[in-house]
């Protein structure tokens, strides 16, 4: 798991990395985002990269987001993404001082097993949803799990490596960042909510006002249940209940770790907890967005939030709004209604990041009780700058692509306008290709066995209790008070 | 600390009795959380979300 944090100390003899995974997953968004704007000015510099069809016959699965890149063919734009990816990631890799031959090796295993998955989980088989779709195959029968049936592919994939093949998973390790690939395609993502907003901007901004409303859950009611249950009911300590509060209630790792960090826990307890948090993930992953699809289909918005409440790490939380939103315009297509794309996967990833502003604001508070309160002996006390210190920095990310997207959209003369989703759209085949990755190392990081022994049995079960006898219920209740009855727009 | 000093951290561990600023911590959250959510709920219903 990486716990490569702005919150976490560096314990390497070299000097210290000038840069953080945080900041490096700004700079890499960014660079994506830059690179695909040059399409408004007629360059266009990501046409190259891979995009995946729906296939029956292999060698038409692949191909150029760009007809301008045709040339490459499918196997081509594979080879020349994978590059360029190793490349830049490579570079950061190296600015946060890790070893970049060990990461290389690792990430070149790592990104075709991942992508395998993307292309087996577009088999039409697997990802053929309506009936026109079917006949357009000649196939009978589907799963209809869309293509971005793959991220389960990948989630799969990576859980039987870390359950079966544990030391192959230990040597993937240097590769496996879902932290990185997650914040990385939440930066990008920004751009592609943006260009979403502004064909309806009045349900965009009511929809970020409802957000309001998660913060209040996650901080306020979650934070203070679930601590109520691990001190009283369980038995913890105040050390090991506080990030566990904190990774079941606001984020996952971020959450604990910064939790950790602000009441001076020891560094094993959040990354304990953090383990535990990333577990529940891949279990909520393989089956919320199943249960949003059959029970909430009709409305939409609801099961985006509902994922966005429910799903504790920013990872598995926004890559399952990606899910959810496939299934469920699958669904509604099937019934005769087409919505637009974007939108539960952008009220997912809304809920998501409001959660995500306040982390360092919550750390602080408990950061202050703890040190003048709860052992006000300890010498050190809990400073102002740590809020700044703990705030997650790809939110900036994400705020920057989205405000210049959406004033790209909104603000420019309507020829610029009218090229920007597609430039955007080349931008978003990188942050599907992130989202796969994410997938593919939180499986990684799963394993069950190896958890168990290390004593997590207790800590989950407070984890399960939380999850299935309240924060699921709690969550759908919210989700459905706030944003029901709005749907997305549908599409033209 | 070593894994099976972990696991008896977690299994045998004495209890702490709840601080009265814990107890403070929890209610304050629930009560403001609470108050809080129900004026965003009558936000919500007198100002509708708008397409």
Same mark, same amino acid.
């Given at each position: 798991m990486s716990t490569t944090t702005d919150s976490a100390p560096w314990v390497g003899t070299d000097p210290a990395p000038w840069l953080s995974e945080d900041w490096l997953s700004v700079g890499i968004g960014l660079l994506i985002f830059v690179l695909a704007l040059a399409g408004l000015a007629g360059a266009d510099l990501l046409g190259w990269a891979v995009a995946t069809s729906v296939w029956t016959d292999p060698s038409q699965a692949l191909g150029t987001v760009s007809k301008a890149y045709a040339a490459l063919g499918g196997a081509g734009a594979l080879i020349v993404t994978y590059l360029a990816l190793l490349a830049v990631l490579s570079i950061g890799v190296a600015a946060l001082k890790a070893d970049v031959r060990k990461f290389a090796v690792a990430f070149t295993v790592v990104f075709w097993i991942a992508y395998a998955s993307w292309i087996v989980g577009s088999y039409a088989h697997i990802a053929a949803v309506t009936p026109a779709d079917l006949q357009k195959f000649g196939i009978t029968w589907s799963l209809k799990l869309t293509n971005e049936g793959g991220y389960i592919v990948a989630l799969i994939a990576g859980l039987i490596i870390a359950n079966f093949f544990p030391r192959f998973a230990e040597w993937l390790k240097d590769a496996i960042r879902p932290e990185l690939y997650i914040k990385i395609a939440i930066v990008v993502l920004g751009a592609f909510l943006a260009v979403t907003a502004a064909g309806k901007l009045n349900l965009a901004t009511s929809l970020l006002l409802r957000g309001v409303a998660a913060i209040i859950e996650a901080y306020l009611i979650y934070w203070a249940v679930v601590y109520f249950i691990a001190r009283k009911w369980f038995g913890f300590s105040r050390e090991w209940s506080a990030p566990l509060a904190s990774g079941i209630s606001i984020c996952g790792v971020a959450a604990s770790i910064a939790t950790g960090g602000a009441i001076r826990a020891r560094p094993v307890v959040p990354v304990m907890v953090s383990s535990l948090v990333v577990i529940f993930a891949v279990v909520e992953v393989l089956i919320l967005p199943f249960l949003a699809q059959t029970f909430l289909w009709q409305e939409p918005l609801v099961a985006g939030a509902w994922i966005g409440l429910a799903i504790k790490t920013d990872g598995a939380a926004v890559a399952g709004g990606g899910i959810t939103e496939s299934l469920i315009l699958a669904k509604a297509a099937a019934e005769g209604i087409r919505y637009q794309p974007g939108w539960i996967l952008g009220t997912t990833a809304t809920v998501k990041v409001f959660i995500d $502003?306040?982390?360092?604001?919550?750390?602080?508070?408990? /950061?202050?009780?703890?040190?003048?309160?709860?052992?006000?002996? =300890? /010498?050190?006390?809990?400073?102002?700058? *740590?809020?700044? =210190?703990?705030?997650?920095?790809?939110?900036?990310?994400?705020?920057?692509?989205?405000?210049?997207? &959406?004033? &790209?959209? &909104? /603000?420019?003369?309507? *020829?610029? !306008?009218?090229? #920007?989703?597609? !430039?955007?759209? *080349?931008?978003?085949?990188?942050? #599907?290709?992130?989202?796969?990755?994410?997938?593919?190392? $939180?499986? #990684?990081?799963?394993?069950?066995?190896?958890?168990? =022994? *290390?004593?997590? /049995?207790?800590?989950? !079960?407070?984890?399960?209790?939380?999850?299935?006898?309240? #924060? $699921?219920?709690?969550g759908l209740l919210i989700s459905w008070l706030f944003f029901s009855g709005i749907k997305p727009p549908l599409a033209s | 600390m070593s894994q099976p000093d972990i696991r008896h951290e977690l299994q045998y561990a004495q209890a702490e009795p709840l601080l009265p600023i814990e107890k403070k911590l929890i209610g304050w959250s629930l009560g403001t959380g609470l108050v809080l959510l129900v004026i965003l709920a009558l936000l919500n219903h007198y100002i509708p979300a708008t397409l």
């Open positions: $502003i306040f982390i360092g604001i919550w750390a602080f508070i408990l /950061g202050y009780i703890w040190t003048n309160h709860i052992n006000p002996n =300890q /010498g050190d006390k809990a400073k102002a700058s *740590e809020i700044w =210190q703990r705030f997650p920095k790809f939110i900036l990310g994400f705020l920057v692509t989205f405000l210049v997207g &959406l004033y &790209l959209a &909104l /603000g420019t003369p309507s *020829e610029i !306008a009218a090229k #920007v989703p597609a !430039a955007i759209g *080349e931008a978003n085949t990188f942050r #599907v290709i992130f989202f796969i990755l994410t997938f593919f190392s $939180i499986g #990684v990081l799963s394993n069950f066995k190896k958890l168990w =022994q *290390e004593g997590i /049995g207790k800590l989950a !079960a407070v984890y399960l209790i939380s999850l299935f006898g309240f #924060v $699921i219920w709690v | -």
